[in-house]
């Protein structure tokens, strides 16, 4: 059974880094299209950044371009979500979903995509002086 489990949340300031782990078991992440997304208090889930089962291709929401990395470690079967420069409004719970095949290269699954699985209980982030 495909299962994820997200850790390495907490409270940083403003400005500050965090790195989020999505351990991956039942499965490899090498072999799915693996997706990270958030969701803030009152909003609903986004998608923040994916990458393709080759690893070839990651995708980015406009308002991390810039600041978040994606990568995966095929030895941990874990992937990561590198956050630089946090601001407040980065604050949410973070999961992270895998999915067999997706164009990564284009665009990253939305959140309602029906073949996403593997729904974590997130780690929360909280962006915070």
């Known amino acids: 059974q495909l299962q994820l489990v997200e850790s390495g949340g907490g409270l940083v300031q403003p400005g500050g880094s965090l790195r989020l782990s999505c351990a991956a078991s039942?499965?490899?992440?090498?072999?799915?299209?693996m997706g990270w997304f958030r969701q803030a208090p009152g909003k609903e889930r986004e998608g923040v950044s994916c990458i393709s089962s080759s690893g070839d291709s990651t995708n980015y929401a406009d308002s991390v371009k810039g600041r978040f990395t994606i990568s995966r470690d095929k030895a941990k079967n874990t992937v990561y979500l590198q956050m630089n420069s946090l601001k407040p409004e980065d604050t949410a719970v973070y999961y992270c979903?895998?999915?067999?095949?997706?164009?990564?290269?284009?665009?990253?699954?939305?959140?309602?995509?029906?073949?996403?699985?593997?729904w974590g209980q997130g780690t929360l982030v909280t962006v915070s002086s």
């Open positions: 979903a895998a999915t067999k095949w997706y164009p990564v290269a284009a665009m990253c699954p939305p959140p309602g995509y029906r073949y996403l699985e593997g």
């Open positions: 039942g499965f490899t992440v090498n072999d799915y299209a």
